[in-house]
């Protein structure tokens, strides 16, 4: 079946500018991750959603990092006024409920490049 | 809260074992097993839950010790496609429930 999509995969910012990043789950996996990849480092936490309702955003580095989950499918992550350090691998997951934990989905990424 | 990983990076001859190490110094509820190759998405390996169990998966197994917060993945008579980024990651539960951290991640790489 289908994984988890991402788009655009590259994108290439001047700094200043405003994107958009976005995320189509998994049919019918209510949750869904954001992460942030710098260059050799692992993923860091952003923000999570359970269906439409944010849960926690505390991983968001500044409020121009905005995310939305509208209808609790396809998920936007908007920086706004982008500055070189957000230069990174966005990846989105989705998840589904083992009954005990969750098994985290990829998707391929958006590598965002803020010249 | 970032789990730490040991070693960092390691280098094996086909058909050799490692053990890779993940250490967390906040009590856990779950440590997850991923596999990231260059340039691709994380692949998730396998989940533990807290109660100390170990799973399998084919010559990859892990365990859990929820006593030293610790959790150790080992992987017996590696092939060349174990080559990639091996990362922990882990959730607390409670309040910290919604937030998943990855480990500081290991390297790993299989040589002919």
């Known amino acids: 079946g289908a994984g988890v999509s991402q788009s655009p995969r590259y994108k290439v910012a001047k700094r200043g500018q405003d994107v958009a990043l976005r995320c189509d789950p998994i049919?019918?996996?209510?949750?869904l991750f954001w992460y942030q990849q710098a260059l050799g480092q692992g993923p860091e936490f952003l923000t999570y959603?359970?269906?439409?309702?944010?849960?926690?955003k505390s991983g968001l580095p500044s409020d121009r990092f905005f995310a939305e989950r509208p209808e609790g499918s396809v998920s936007t992550l908007k920086i706004q006024r982008t500055q070189q350090e957000d230069s990174a691998v966005y990846l989105c997951?989705?998840?589904?409920?083992?009954?005990?934990?969750?098994?985290?989905?990829f998707g391929p990424g958006t590598r965002l490049t803020v010249t | 809260q970032q789990p730490v990983q040991s070693p960092q990076a390691v280098i094996l001859r086909e058909g050799e074992d490692a053990v890779i190490n993940c250490s967390s110094s906040?009590?856990?509820?779950?440590v997850h097993w991923y596999r990231q190759k260059h340039g691709e998405a994380p692949v998730f390996l396998m989940i533990?839950?807290?109660?100390?169990e170990q799973k399998g998966h084919e010559k990859i197994s892990a365990s859990f010790n929820e006593k030293k917060q610790q959790s150790s993945l080992y992987l017996t008579a590696s092939q060349l496609s174990y080559s990639g980024t091996y990362f922990c990651?882990?959730?607390?539960?409670?309040?910290?429930?919604?937030?998943?951290?990855f480990g500081t991640g290991t390297s790993l790489t299989v040589i002919p």
């Open positions: 997951a989705s998840s589904v409920w083992t009954g005990a934990s969750y098994e985290q989905y």
């Open positions: 049919s019918g996996h209510v949750s």
């Open positions: 959603f359970q269906n439409e309702a944010q849960l926690d």
């Open positions: 906040k009590a856990l509820y779950s």
């Open positions: 533990l839950l807290k109660g100390g």
């Open positions: 990651g882990t959730e607390f539960g409670g309040k910290e429930g919604n937030q998943f951290y």
